[in-house]
């Protein structure tokens, strides 16, 4: 069964730390591009960092780069997304997704439209608060 879970959420307060992971079943990493999308309420989700399975290539938005870190494990097909320093404005449900791409650049900054047909997680809800 094809499939991707997430897991590491939780409630940290401003300047804390948590660790997303994203596991994939029935397919390895390396043809594809995997992004992690948060979505707020009443917004769409938007590309936060996204990573090219082949050769680990990153793309990160602006308002996360030098805090968060993407990375992946092949042998576990698992992609991790290290957030560091967070804020409020950080507050979302983080998705991951997949996509048969090369151009991680794109993936991000694809609408919701773009990925209506891809491979979606169920999310994990991350809440930045004191």
């Known amino acids: 069964q094809l499939q991707l879970v997430e897991s590491g959420g939780g409630v940290v307060q401003p300047g804390g730390s948590l660790r997303l992971s994203c596991a994939a079943s029935?397919?390895?990493?390396?043809?594809?591009?995997i992004g992690w999308f948060r979505q707020v309420p009443g917004k769409e989700r938007a590309g936060v960092s996204c990573?090219?399975?082949?050769?680990?290539?990153?793309y990160y938005a602006d308002s996360v780069k030098g805090r968060f870190t993407i990375s992946r494990d092949n042998a576990k097909s698992t992609v991790y997304l290290e957030m560091n320093n967070l804020k409020p404005e950080d507050t979302g449900v983080y998705y991951c997704?997949?996509?048969?791409?090369?151009?991680?650049?794109?993936?991000?900054?694809?609408?919701?439209?773009?990925?209506?047909?891809?491979?979606w997680g169920e999310g994990t809800q991350v809440t930045v608060s004191s």
């Open positions: 997704v997949v996509r048969v791409t090369q151009n991680v650049e794109a993936m991000c900054l694809s609408s919701n439209e773009d990925l209506a047909m891809s491979m």
């Open positions: 990573l090219r399975g082949l050769d680990g290539l990153t």
């Open positions: 029935g397919f390895t990493l390396d043809y594809y591009v």
